[in-house]
């Protein structure tokens, strides 16, 4: 998969501001995984001096989504996406630069398929783990993606 990472990051400056103001960014995907990261600074820190979970949730969400968007890209359909639930868990105050990395791209191929076999929509849920610089597991977000086929 040819994939412009700057391509994606350009991409939150424009489509997504608060990403790419809040430091979120795009470091790695192929078709299986992706790794988005930010750092703790002032603009995206909350008063306890951590990085807010929202700035932390947009990481994770990215680490995410791009696949998605990327795969239905590669397929040619017009295909919506959508989070339709998530999750998240929160284990250590977040400091430092926060690495999302994201490993369920594997499940994506398979809902697209169905969807555009079916036409019916299909959800999966994709998980990204935010760690530290000392790989310390900092918050936890699963994201329930929605995707259909548009009429």
Known sequence: MAV????????????????????????????????????HRWANQNPFNSMFWAVQGMAAELATGAMVSHQ?????????????????????????????????????????AKTIETGEGQTIWMKSVGVNSDGVVVSTFKFEWTVRLKS
């Open 72 to 112: 239905i890209r590669e397929s040619g359909k017009k295909i919506s996406m959508l989070v339709q639930n998530n999750t998240a868990n929160f284990s250590k105050k977040a400091t430092g630069r926060i690495t999302f990395t994201c490993e369920d791209g594997h499940l994506i191929k398979d809902a697209l």
């Open 4 to 39: 412009s990472i700057g391509k994606i990051n350009t991409f939150l400056f424009f489509k997504l501001p608060s990403a790419w103001w809040s430091g979120v960014r795009l470091k790695f995907m192929d078709d299986t995984k992706a790794i988005a990261s930010v750092k």
